[in-house]
């Protein structure tokens, strides 16, 4: 077990060992500790504090978002390069200023309590398929859940016709894995084909809605399409940022979802105090997001001389953002290590801050809080069937599988597996 000086010393986010994608935290720690503002061999920078990463997201102006300089060594002239350029999330204003009204006019609170009893429809549908399978079945509850809830609310967002969403999320996979610290070429090529085939798609999607719009008022795609004060995208723009808008809610929230889930079996006392006060749900939510969180790193580039926790940065240096490390800081967090449903404040950095902040945060909270406390009214004793699976990412922190018996019945012989290394 190397020790934490060492753990500091040797981190590379471009070489990550097998059980930093595991558990960071160990790793997190060391940095925040011995190299909060740690130099990597390839130039960039990598913050781990949560103050050092609340400054940055508070100055857009020196810490840029714009990642054409970045990504092109990294994607070359390709599909991957246009669709990361292009969303709104790698662009500084005053482009994301313009892209980002259209969307957020869509996502107000109003509109988003709308959307819950589809929401609650959908998650309920989802659990009945469970209980069908019978008691004592064993069940992925991230292919037949977690995963299968935020793809029907994106959906729903672009109206997107139900038989046509069943590719999205694998695009979505494929495009958000190509934002890995390192890349196969496999993985590239599978990226590259999710943008070609996702944009040929929405092409034909857009040219349906500009023949038959939709209602601006809840469709977000003839939002984007008719533009605001005279102002619209262009058609590049209005494809790309649709392919950003229908990832961005798909991994992270079902991440949101398995992660609570997982965490509530690993923190048995926790389970039993929100089975015993379930209004403490929206707590609890905003807890496994910061102990857990779905989205571990940000980006900026700086653009010019600048100092960050002491150290002095070169314009254009490559920042990363350790959001999975800030959540989990002794600084602001007391006992940052112990999942507590009930924390308040809870001022974590799970959707980012500043102007590039979750546009889309309401809505997850909502899935988030939806999905996690119907499903443990009706399967208060659910269990892993095996070990949870974490998937093999850095950016995107999540299972792969989670084998669970969903079992209805209250049970005092509840056995936990212990979690191994993949
Ligand atoms: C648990 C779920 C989610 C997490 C953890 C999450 C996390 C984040 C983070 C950290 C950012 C900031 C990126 C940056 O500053 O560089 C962001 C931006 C964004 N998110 Fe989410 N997100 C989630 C769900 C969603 C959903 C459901 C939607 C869509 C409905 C969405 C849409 C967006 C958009 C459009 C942006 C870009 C905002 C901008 O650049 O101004 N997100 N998200």
């Not at 990463?53 to 978002?65: C, E, G, L, N």
């Not at 399978?133 to 299968?148: C, H, M, P, T, Y």
């Not at 404040?345 to 889309?360: D, K, W, Y």
């Amino acid at each position: 077990m190397p020790d934490d000086r060492a753990l500091a010393d040797d981190f590379d986010l471009k070489r990550l060992a097998g059980s930093f994608y595991v558990d960071p935290y160990p790793t997190y720690r060391a940095l925040r500790e011995h190299a909060p503002v740690k130099r990597m061999p390839d130039g960039s920078v990598f913050l781990s504090r949560y103050a050092d990463v609340v400054a940055v997201y508070k100055d857009s102006a020196t810490f840029s978002s714009d990642k054409r300089e970045e990504f092109l060594p990294k994607y070359g002239d390709s599909p991957l390069f246009e669709h990361h350029t292009t969303s709104l999330v790698f662009n500084d204003p005053p482009r994301h200023t313009r892209v980002r009204r259209l969307i957020a006019g869509a996502l107000t609170p109003r509109h988003i309590a709308a959307m819950e009893p589809r929401l609650v429809e959908r998650v309920d549908m989802l659990l009945n398929v469970i209980a069908a399978r019978g008691e004592g079945a064993e069940v992925d509850l991230i292919a037949a859940f977690a995963s299968a809830i935020p793809v029907e609310i994106i959906g729903n967002l672009l109206a997107v016709p139900n038989e046509e969403r069943a590719p999205l999320r694998d695009w979505s996979l494929a495009i958000l894995g190509a934002l890995e610290p390192t890349l196969t070429g496999e993985q590239l090529e599978i990226g590259n084909r999710a943008v070609r085939e996702f944009v040929l798609y929405l092409e034909g999607l857009v040219e349906r809605r500009r023949a038959e719009p939709g209602d601006p008022e809840v469709d977000v795609l003839t939002r984007l399409i008719e533009g605001e004060g005279g102002e619209s995208l262009s058609a590049h723009e209005l494809l790309h940022n649709c392919i950003f808008l229908l990832n961005a809610g798909h991994e992270t929230t079902t991440n949101l979802i398995g992660n609570g889930l997982a965490c509530l079996l690993d923190w048995p006392d926790e389970k039993v105090r929100l089975l015993e006060r379930p209004e403490l749900v929206r707590l609890a939510v905003e807890e496994f997001l910061r102990f857990e969180s779905s989205n571990q790193l940000g980006n900026r580039i700086t653009t010019g001389a600048v100092e960050i926790g002491g150290v002095a940065l070169a314009p254009r240096t490559p920042v990363t953002l350790g959001i999975g490390s800030a959540n989990r800081d002794a600084e602001q967090f007391a006992d940052a290590d112990r999942l507590d449903i009930a924390r308040a404040p809870n001022r974590h950095v799970a959707f980012g801050s500043g102007i590039h902040q979750c546009v889309g945060m309401g809505l997850a909270r909502l899935e988030g809080k939806v999905a996690i406390s119907r499903f443990l009214a009706r399967f208060p004793n659910y269990r892993l069937a095996t070990p949870a699976l974490r998937a093999q990412r850095a950016r995107f922190r999540g299972h792969a599988r989670l084998l669970a018996v969903p079992d209805p019945l209250p049970s005092t012989t509840t056995t936990i597996p212990q979690k191994t290394t993949p």
